[in-house]
Nanobody
Framework: VQLQASGGGLVQPGGSLRLSCAAS????????IGWFRQAPGKEREGVAY????????SYGDSVKGRFTISRDSAKNTLFLQMNSLKPEDTAVYYC??????????????????WGQGTQVTVSS
């Protein structure tokens, strides 16, 4: 049971990428899902979040206005549209399902079903 992120790659500053998060063996419908990223030498950072039943969204301060999280429940897939990318967005991006609700959405300890991430590199 895991969530698999895909769609990463190399993009120039100012460019766009669309990441996908597909579920294997677990449904994402009705569950809260988060996107996180981790750059070398840095802690895992919450990027975006979508709640389970109302699809309300939250974003990290560094990506507000540039990233958009959405889901296609029929396809059991989640998306992260990333626009106006910056070199500091370079990281491995992960998606995970929120299983505990005792803290903020960007607390990675509340999530499970982490899969292998996808590398995003923003460079000219």
């Amino acid at each position: 049971v895991q969530l698999q992120a895909s769609g990463g790659g190399l993009v120039q500053p100012g460019g766009s990428l669309r990441l996908s998060c597909a579920a294997s063996g677990v449904t994402m419908g009705g569950y809260s899902i988060g996107w996180f990223r981790q750059a070398p030498g840095k802690e895992r950072e919450g990027v975006a979040y979508i709640s389970g039943y109302y699809d309300s969204t939250s974003y990290g301060d560094s990506v507000k206005g540039r990233f958009t999280i959405s889901r296609d429940s029929a396809k059991n897939t989640l998306f992260l549209q990333m626009n106006s990318l910056k070199p500091e967005d370079t990281a491995v991006y992960y998606c995970a399902r929120r299983m505990r609700y005792g803290g903020n959405w960007n607390d990675a300890d509340q999530y499970e079903y982490w899969g292998q991430g996808t590398q995003v590199t923003v460079s000219s």
